[in-house]
């Protein structure tokens, strides 16, 4: 069997990557998510009829738990590329070794990650699809507002984007503890895009602040009420999200 079809290059950002890659690892992780997820959760899915034929597709959902990369792997036929962010700090040992073995493209917070950036547009240029949870990180269990990278990709890309809406993740592990398995939902959402966005410096950075407005809508709209944060309809749950969207984790080291 061929080596390619075991492990790419050990460099996240190899030049001649091709998509797709580590077929055969992720068969096999995506066959014990498939097991895991029945096994651990009474699992509803739902919007099977808007995933397309295949990519260039960026799929956006929202970012409560460290283990919504598995839904999205879940729900999908495709050998999804992840970016995702370089370090983990509220997330067990025992499954942070799942990222490293999938292989994404680690992006460091603060940085531009022009690196993981132009990764990802060679992916969709091969018609691949990307992974994208646009919060960059899961601190909160409510919406806040996007970074600026899924906008910028789908900007400078073209590729459509395709929500994913996540409820009931945080509570897996929760619920095993109490000897009872957690309801988790999956929706789908459907298609939207492409966007453009043209100009420089401060109108240009409105642009994408606009459209990853518009992505978090979408995605919203897939979520419980009670869950959507500043992208709630009740003033009373946007009230209580302010401050959700500062990184807890900002004055340590190498985070």
């Not at 998509?19 to 959760?41: C, D, E, K, N, W």
Request: proline letters at 9%; charged letters at 20%.
């Amino acid at each position: 069997m061929h080596k390619e079809l075991f492990l790419s290059s050990t460099d996240p950002y190899d030049n001649n990557l091709t998509y797709p890659r580590r077929l055969f690892i992720r068969s096999i992780l995506r066959a014990l998510i498939r097991v895991g997820l029945g096994a651990l959760t009474r699992l509803e899915i739902s919007g099977h009829e808007n995933l397309p034929q295949g990519g260039p597709l960026i799929m956006v959902g929202n970012h409560f738990s460290f283990i919504d990369p598995l839904a999205m792997i879940r729900v999908t036929p495709w050998p999804i590329e992840f970016l995702a962010g370089a370090h983990m700090p509220n997330a067990p040992a025992i499954v942070t070794w799942i990222p490293k073995v999938w292989g994404v493209f680690p992006v460091h917070r603060g940085s531009v990650s022009r690196r993981a950036l132009r990764a990802a547009e060679k992916v969709l240029s091969q018609n691949g699809v990307m992974g994208i949870f646009p919060e960059a990180g899961n601190w909160a269990t409510v919406l806040r507002p996007a970074r600026p990278g899924a906008a910028y990709l789908a900007a400078r890309t073209g590729a459509p984007l395709l929500p994913i809406g996540i409820d009931g993740l945080t509570d897996v592990f929760p619920c095993l503890r109490r000897g009872r398995r957690a309801k988790v939902t999956i929706r789908i959402g459907r298609l939207f895009g492409p966007f453009q966005i043209s100009g420089s410096g401060q109108d240009r950075r409105e642009q994408l602040d606009s459209i990853g407005h518009r992505i978090m809508e979408r995605i919203a709209a897939l979520i419980p009420e009670k869950r959507r944060g500043h992208y709630a309809d009740d003033p009373a749950i946007r009230a209580a999200a302010q401050g959700t969207e500062i990184y807890p984790w900002a004055d340590e080291p190498d985070i």
